[in-house]
């Protein structure tokens, strides 16, 4: 097959003269390759969202892209749970609330560092608990400025009831093993090894980790990210059926599908789009966050009514929302 799509890049010159009619190829090819159907996808390429008239039809379809996400980022079959020998420690206490630092071995010998946000003298003894994933700010989770805050968002949802852990991109902050744009070459997708692959595996054991704690109640569990921590968000909430909520920010969009090597494993989107990416949470409550200044800034109009469409499908239209801010 390599041999026949490199001929017919070549042309028909190419070919070689034999008199052997049992070859497994056509004697001529084409001067060029005719397979592609269409133009190649970009990051700006407009993908209307498909038509699924029945819920067995979603099904079929949300179980395929279930097993594409698992398959492109090298999680299917998925490795092997190791201890997470988490480390809490340094603990201060603020006004409603308290922080520790956290880190865990989701590989052996591979950690993720994060914070742990409490709600402070709290009279239930089980609480909901979120992951809090961030996107490409400079700072990472320690990002706080006019734009956004993660550590901001992690204290109001401590203040709220709910233990909340933020944790980081690979190559960010405390988890610097490896950079995060660790490879200038593919080699390393050859033997299934990616940024992508490796921070959902992170995604996964930090939900481990949260579900560990005596304090969070198992029940509860939901994540939320904007723009690269919108991606982790939507591609956890498709493959964990532990949580039970889902809240991508600035991220579920018909065109921009992530800049970054961390948003991107190979092959995942050659067929599969981030509404429906997000789509596959359905029916479990999900709200998506637009804005009006990126590329989310049609999500009343295209992204959110797509994603509604499947959740009344369920006949839970009750359980999605999308809203927009400028």
């Not at 008199?19 to 592609?36: G, M, N, S, V």
């Not at 992530?258 to 995942?268: K, S």
Request: glycine share 8%; aromatic share 10%.
């Amino acid at each position: 097959v390599c041999a026949v799509f490199v001929l017919g890049a070549l042309g028909a010159s190419a070919m070689p003269t034999s008199a052997d009619e049992k070859l497994p190829y056509p004697k001529t090819l084409p001067d060029r390759d005719l397979r592609a159907a269409h133009e190649p996808y970009t990051l700006d390429t407009f993908r209307p969202f498909p038509e699924y008239k029945t819920l067995a039809e979603w099904q079929a379809r949300r179980q395929w892209i279930r097993n594409h996400i698992l398959v492109s980022t090298s999680l299917l079959p998925a490795p092997k749970k190791t201890p997470l020998k988490p480390h809490v420690f340094d603990r201060v206490e603020r006004d409603g609330y308290t922080i520790e630092k956290v880190s865990i071995q989701t590989y052996p010998g591979f950690y993720l560092a994060g914070n742990l946000y409490r709600p402070r003298n709290a009279s239930a003894s089980k609480h909901p608990g979120i992951l809090v994933a961030h996107g490409h700010w400079a700072n990472g989770r320690m990002a706080n400025q006019a734009e956004g805050s993660i550590s901001a968002r992690a204290i109001t949802f401590a203040r709220q009831g709910y233990v909340a852990f933020t944790y980081d991109m690979i190559g960010y902050n405390d988890t610097r093993q490896v950079d995060h744009r660790f490879a200038k070459t593919a080699e390393h997708w050859l033997w299934g090894v990616s940024i992508m692959g490796m921070q959902t595996w992170n995604s996964t054991r930090a939900l481990d980790f949260l579900c560990s704690l005596p304090d969070v109640d198992t029940s509860r569990l939901a994540i939320s990210g904007e723009s690269g921590g919108g991606t982790q968000t939507m591609i956890l909430g498709a493959i964990e059926d532990r949580l039970t909520a889902t809240a991508p920010c600035v991220m579920v969009s018909h065109t921009m599908q992530g800049g970054c090597v961390c948003e991107n494993a190979p092959n995942l989107r050659q067929d599969v789009y981030n509404v429906e990416v997000a789509a596959v949470s359905a029916p479990r409550p999900q709200i998506i966050v637009g804005a009006t200044g990126d590329w989310t800034a049609t999500t009343m109009t295209h992204e959110g009514p797509a994603l509604a469409h499947i959740y009344e499908l369920f006949g839970k239209p009750e359980n999605e929302k999308h809203v927009i801010f400028n």
